[in-house]
């Protein structure tokens, strides 16, 4: 089955320590996004790719970075986490960045900052 | 400014009695509405898109309507694996943003 893959499910983490958290798929869509979500709380855009095109949100810290290699791979790098920064990562795609089209979610990686 | 509002946070019902969900929302130029349920500790799981007024769209106990102004989750004689966090979402109009409520915590019971 076509689907979107994340990895590690549960990552841990010291303050401070870069972290790097793993999305691909298999849908062959062109857009990814990364969202983060915490405790009884909606998810919250962080930024997504169109193909190789960057487009960040305007209220993410500097801190957060994405790397998308090709069409089937997209990195959110984490450069020094903060305890504000545990939550779940959900890694989502689309066919296209006009919203006419519905999202597909990853299983999530949850984040623990120690 | 567009924005989603979904009541109510929580609803607790037995096996067997239907009810609905309700999702509002203001938005400029509606693209699409999306349904998603979401279990804990998992990513959302797609439901259902709907595009226009009047639209319906059904799957298996769960059916979504939409109106101008709103959208229902019906749920027909649920079931305990009905449980979960059910969230609606529309796009925004600039990288198709998700917009979402703050979703409804359905609980039912045997």
């Known amino acids: 089955d076509a689907m979107v893959i994340q990895n590690p499910r549960y990552q841990v983490t010291q303050f401070g320590k870069p972290v790097t958290l793993s999305c691909s798929q298999t849908l062959n869509h062109n857009v990814m996004y990364w969202y983060q979500q915490k405790s009884s709380q909606a998810p919250k855009l962080l930024f997504h790719?169109?193909?190789?095109?960057?487009?960040n949100e305007a209220d993410t810290p500097d801190n957060f970075q994405s790397r998308r290699p090709n069409t089937s791979f997209c990195f959110l790098d984490i450069r020094s986490p903060g305890l504000g920064d545990a939550a779940m990562y959900l890694c989502?795609?689309?066919?296209?960045?006009?919203?006419?089209?519905?999202?597909?979610f990853g299983p999530g990686t949850r984040l623990t900052v120690t | 400014e567009d924005q989603v509002t979904q009541s109510p946070e929580a609803l607790r019902l037995q096996e067997g009695e239907s009810s609905s969900l309700n999702c509002s929302y203001t938005?400029?130029?509606?693209?699409?509405l999306f349904w998603y349920r979401q279990d804990p500790g998992k990513g959302p799981e797609f439901l259902f898109t709907?595009?226009?007024a009047g639209e319906e769209k059904e799957k298996e106990r769960l059916k979504a309507t939409l109106t101008k102004k709103e959208s229902f989750l019906h749920i027909t004689a649920p079931k305990p694996e009905d449980s979960a966090t059910y969230l609606c979402?529309?796009?925004?109009?600039?990288?198709?943003?998700?917009?979402f409520g703050q979703g409804t915590e359905l609980s039912v019971k045997p």
């Open positions: 709907l595009y226009s």
């Open positions: 938005v400029s130029g509606l693209r699409g």
């Open positions: 989502a795609t689309s066919r296209d960045n006009r919203g006419t089209y519905e999202q597909y």
């Open positions: 979402a529309v796009p925004f109009w600039q990288g198709g943003k998700l917009i």
């Open positions: 790719y169109y193909d190789k095109d960057f487009n």
